[in-house]
């Protein structure tokens, strides 16, 4: 379905849904579109492509992190625009890998740079997306203040002065908009070496 047949709406109290226009037929598919952003857990680096997500036990690494892994060379081609950045920020933080949703946020911000509209963005966009910070306590702010500060560190050798970003590219907004969960939030005792 395109996303036209699909409408936005207000949700008093919960944000935005969408709904048809239309009498769906059970099992009609909705809608289809690549995820914005996505990282493979630490647990499945290395044993899944980073690119089509298939296991595969004979994957090639990238020759420069030496962290994602490919099928071959089409997938790496294929993810090359969403790494390469990310890329040199992981060889800069070498032998330590940043916790998951660092490395989510950082592919966030470099998306959200290149300022490219991808389809999953027809319905909503990312700054669309509610924050629900009133409804976060205070601990878990100052867990995503910290998250913020490691992402800002984690991505220094691609953005040297944060304070030259865009205003809608705010680390902090990015961790509640992305709803960080607690057992995430919990790893924050990450830092860079160099």
């Given at each position: 379905?395109?996303?036209?047949?699909?409408?936005?709406?207000?949700s008093?109290?919960r944000?935005?849904?969408?709904?048809?226009?239309?009498?769906?037929?059970?099992?009609?598919?909705?809608?289809?579109?690549?995820?914005f952003?996505y990282?493979?857990?630490?647990?499945?680096?290395?044993a899944?492509?980073?690119r089509?997500?298939?296991?595969?036990?004979h994957?090639q690494r990238?020759s420069?992190?030496?962290?994602?892994?490919?099928?071959?060379?089409?997938?790496?081609?294929?993810?090359?625009?969403?790494h390469k950045?990310e890329?040199?920020?992981?060889?800069?933080?070498?032998p330590n890998?940043?916790?998951?949703?660092?490395?989510l946020?950082?592919r966030?911000v470099?998306k959200?740079?290149?300022?490219?509209?991808?389809?999953?963005?027809r319905?909503?966009?990312?700054?669309?997306?509610?924050?629900?910070i009133?409804?976060?306590?205070?601990?878990m702010?100052?867990?995503?203040r910290?998250l913020?500060?490691?992402?800002?560190?984690?991505?220094?050798?691609e953005?040297?002065?944060?304070?030259?970003?865009?205003?809608a590219?705010?680390?902090?907004?990015?961790f509640?908009?992305?709803?960080v969960s607690?057992?995430?939030?919990?790893?924050?005792h990450?830092?860079p070496?160099?």
């Open positions: 379905m395109e996303p036209a047949a699909l409408e936005r709406f207000p008093p109290g944000g935005s849904g969408l709904r048809t226009r239309r009498r769906l037929r059970p099992g009609e598919l909705l809608y289809r579109a690549q995820p952003a990282i493979l857990s630490k647990e499945q680096l290395g899944v492509c980073e089509c997500l298939r296991r595969n036990q994957l990238c420069q992190c030496k962290v994602a892994k490919y099928c071959g060379k089409s997938c790496q081609k294929e993810a090359w625009l969403d950045q890329c040199r920020c992981l060889k800069s933080v070498e890998i940043p916790p998951d949703s660092v490395r946020a950082g966030i470099f959200l740079l290149r300022q490219s509209v991808c389809l999953s963005e319905l909503y966009s990312f700054s669309d997306l509610q924050s629900n009133e409804q976060l306590s205070e601990e702010k100052d867990g995503l910290h913020a500060q490691t992402l800002q560190l984690y991505l220094k050798t953005i040297q002065d944060v304070s030259r970003l865009p205003p590219i705010d680390f902090f907004q990015i509640t908009k992305a709803k607690l057992s995430l939030q919990r790893k924050l990450w830092t070496t160099h």
